[in-house]
């Protein structure tokens, strides 16, 4: 006699946060084994998969892609053969999601219902959450029912993002609250640039390539940049990597390049390449956040002429770069078409001044002007 | 770093023993296995609260090592603990109650997981701290000695704890007073995430026993005869007066670090090669070898094991939880 059970969310977050559906890997109406992996979830932590508890044909699906769901929160209901484990429940109030809860029946033991419930919320860890769950999860305390003014529940747009991006968001937001930026503007000439970009056969160099190289030279002489201010003094950062900032999806992500001064930008490009390739596909390695000194930004492909970029924490500096462009400049009292681009430091004042920086930007200045 | 899953493993050879004995090695490590496994389903589940540290495919290491050892004997023990404590006779319901919390548990509701014992039976309830019981398992190996009693404990650790100064501390003091400690190295390659090459320069463990004077050892740890073995040469020295020995077992666990480890660090090649080791199946292959046991008689004690852990579950479920008037009884020296 089949019966239906309710696939619950495990407990498998390291600390209170939440947890993030991120793929089924089973269809409706396939048959699944016990131990089978049905969905994978995304924690604060790491990806996991997470394993059905009973053999079955899986019947519903209650959580989709990208949202997020909380620990013993229903997520799928599965119709199974098997007499279905009796669950006792860590907490003993019913759980919210009743909707579906209704459908499903746990096979009870006649010893079970027979027993006094011994085991109500005693596991703070549970019991608050389960306090929270009649509020909005996002405002606990808060009904918006009860809100004069707001738009009729279910009318709201919400637009859910991904965990990268709430990430993100929460560095840059402690970055520009906590880090003292100043900002220094300047322009070189891309006349080398482009012409050894021109000269390279087959895929060409990648722009910001051009930017770590002539950074990570520029750095020999200006070796302050790569410290970061901690505790009231100045500690050497742990890695000579320069990171380059990427787009995946609308999610930010910078990508290492380890060793910079030892290599070609040719050969930075390549690297640059192999890295943002792994990141598209989703390789979970490629997407830790990992240390460097400096990062490059570069919005030249989007037009824009120059801005000014957020340093990225513990980093010292954010190099941000504009459209190469030909423009029209000064030379010898002549006015001469010539590429141009535009960068702009942004510098954590409590490492160094603008004297020392402007010395490091102009060097990189003279970096790219000097290629060959 | 060379482990012995480089080479293909070596079939166990079980001639030569009393089928009893072997049939039970095996009941003992099968019931490890589907302790642990049944255990995982119940956190899936959401049946049990708290976390777990979980050792299947470290069963040969505990039931070898407890099948050489008396009963007066001693172990201590880690966070990793059930398939220790089941080897040493710790019954599935003190377990499983403890794991619910329950008042009738082993630890009377309040230890849990990472600190099952039962002093009765010969085990101190594990320390959760890694290397926190090889300075125990050296203390109470100086009580047998001074008293003469004939007594041996078997120290469980990992490949994590050989890095802490409780281990240098330990063995130094079991070396210089010749004390009656086994100390039981399960290697299994993994501090939490980190790969034991990274944190040790010598290519084994059991070699360092040379910096402290004692016969260190290195085997397959998943072999339970070999382990057995190896155990009860160590036990003899130890019970001859000659001295604590420490034994390396290389072992791999199946699972995560705890259940909330997604084990992304164990290779995937590397995990394949272990399973096609797996101390149970080469057992199994080894007992089938000899005239006298049959696949069925296997099947038959996996069957009876599995019941008996439903079963119990089912009691677990309905046990007594400690009262709130209990709160600080056996909580404070």
């Given at each position: 006699m089949p019966v239906n059970y309710s696939i619950r969310m495990p407990?498998?977050?390291?600390?209170e946060s939440e947890i993030t559906v991120l793929a089924w890997c089973v269809g409706l109406g396939e048959r699944v084994q016990r131990?089978?992996?049905?969905l994978e979830v995304e924690t604060d932590k790491a990806t996991m998969e997470v394993e059905s508890v009973v053999s079955g044909v899986?019947?519903?699906?209650?959580a989709q892609p990208d949202q997020r769901v909380e620990v013993g929160q229903v997520i799928a209901v599965m119709e199974t053969e098997e007499r279905a484990p009796s669950i006792k429940r860590v907490s003993e109030e019913a759980s919210?999601?009743?909707?579906s809860g209704a459908t499903a029946t746990e096979t009870p033991t006649p010893a079970a219902t027979a027993?006094?419930?011994?085991?109500?919320?005693?596991?703070a860890r549970n019991r608050a959450k389960k306090e929270d769950r009649s509020d909005s999860p996002e405002r606990?305390?808060?009904?918006?029912?009860?809100?004069?003014?707001?738009?009729?529940?279910?009318?709201?747009p919400l637009l859910r993002v991904s965990p990268a991006h709430r990430r993100a968001a929460e560095r840059l937001q402690q970055s520009q609250q906590t880090v003292p930026h100043f900002y220094l503007q300047t322009s070189a000439s891309a006349a080398n640039l482009v012409a050894r970009r021109s000269a390279c056969s087959g895929t060409k160099t990648a722009w910001d390539a051009f930017f770590v190289y002539a950074a990570a030279r520029a750095?020999?002489?200006?070796?302050?940049?790569?410290y970061r201010y901690e505790d009231g003094t100045l500690v050497r950062q742990p890695t000579d990597a320069i990171g380059v900032a990427v787009d995946v999806d609308d999610d930010l992500f910078v990508v290492p390049i380890a060793?910079?001064?030892?290599?070609?930008p040719e050969q930075i490009s390549d690297r640059l390449r192999q890295l943002a390739d792994r990141l598209r596909a989703g390789d979970p390695e490629a997407k830790r956040v990992q240390p460097a000194w400096m990062t490059v930004s570069n919005l030249g492909a989007s037009g824009v002429e120059s801005f000014a970029a957020i340093v990225?924490?513990?980093?010292s500096a954010v190099l941000a770069i504009g459209k190469v462009a030909p423009l029209p400049v000064a030379r010898e009292n002549q006015i001469v078409i010539e590429q141009r681009v535009n960068l702009t430091l942004s510098v954590d004042h409590r490492v160094v001044n603008g004297r020392y920086a402007a010395d490091f930007l102009h060097a990189i200045v003279h970096e790219l002007e000097a290629l060959d | 770093m060379t482990s012995t899953a480089e080479q293909p493993p070596r079939p166990i050879n079980a001639r030569g023993y009393d089928r009893g004995f072997l049939l039970g090695l095996y009941e003992t490590m099968v019931l490890i296995r589907e302790f642990e496994e049944g255990v995982k389903y119940l956190f899936l589940e959401g049946s049990m609260p708290g976390t777990v540290h979980q050792c299947q495919g470290q069963e040969a290491t505990a039931v070898g090592v407890c099948a050489a050892?008396?009963?007066e004997d001693w172990i201590t023990s880690t966070f990793r603990g059930h398939g220790h404590a089941l080897a040493k006779g710790l019954s599935v319901e003190e377990m499983l109650f403890e794991l619910f919390g329950a008042r009738t548990g082993c630890a009377k509701g309040k230890g849990g997981s990472m600190h099952m014992g039962n002093m009765a039976k010969g085990?101190?309830?594990?320390?959760?701290?890694?290397?926190?019981?090889i300075p125990i398992a050296a203390g109470m190996a100086l009580a047998f000695k001074m008293k003469r009693t004939q007594q041996v404990v078997a120290c469980f650790f990992g490949d994590?704890?050989?890095?802490?100064g409780a281990f240098h501390e330990g063995v130094n003091l079991a070396a210089i007073w010749d004390l009656?400690?086994?100390?039981?190295?399960?290697?299994?390659?993994?501090g939490a995430s980190t790969r034991v090459d990274k944190v040790m320069k010598?290519?084994?463990?059991?070699?360092?026993t040379s910096a402290y004077g004692l016969r260190g050892e290195r085997v397959d740890g998943n072999d339970v005869l070999a382990v057995h073995e190896a155990a009860q040469r160590a036990v003899e020295e130890c019970r001859a007066g000659a001295g604590p020995v420490l034994l390396e077992l290389l072992t791999y666990r199946?699972?995560?670090?705890?259940?909330?480890?997604?084990?992304?660090?164990?290779p995937k090649e590397e995990r394949e090669r272990w399973l096609e080791r797996d101390p149970i199946d080469r057992f199994a292959q080894a007992l089938i070898a000899r005239?006298?046991?049959?696949?069925d008689e296997l099947t038959a004690i996996r069957d009876r094991v599995v019941k008996q852990f439903n079963e119990t579950v089912e009691r677990a479920k309905r046990q007594p939880l400690p009262s709130l008037?209990?709160?600080c009884t056996d909580v404070y020296a």
């Open positions: 407990d498998l977050a390291a600390t131990g089978q992996t049905l899986l019947r519903e699906v209650l919210p999601t009743a909707a027993t006094k419930p011994a085991r109500r919320g005693l596991f606990p305390g808060t009904n918006l029912r009860s809100v004069p003014g707001s738009a009729p529940l279910g009318t709201v750095l020999k002489r200006h070796s302050r940049m790569a060793d910079p001064a030892s290599l070609t990225n924490p513990p980093e | 050892l008396n009963e085990m101190i309830p594990a320390i959760a701290i890694v290397g926190g019981s994590g704890a050989v890095a802490e009656p400690v086994v100390f039981v190295c399960e290697n299994n390659l993994y010598t290519p084994t463990i059991a070699e360092r199946r699972g995560g670090h705890s259940r909330r480890d997604a084990c992304h660090y164990q005239e006298d046991v049959q696949e008037e209990e709160l």
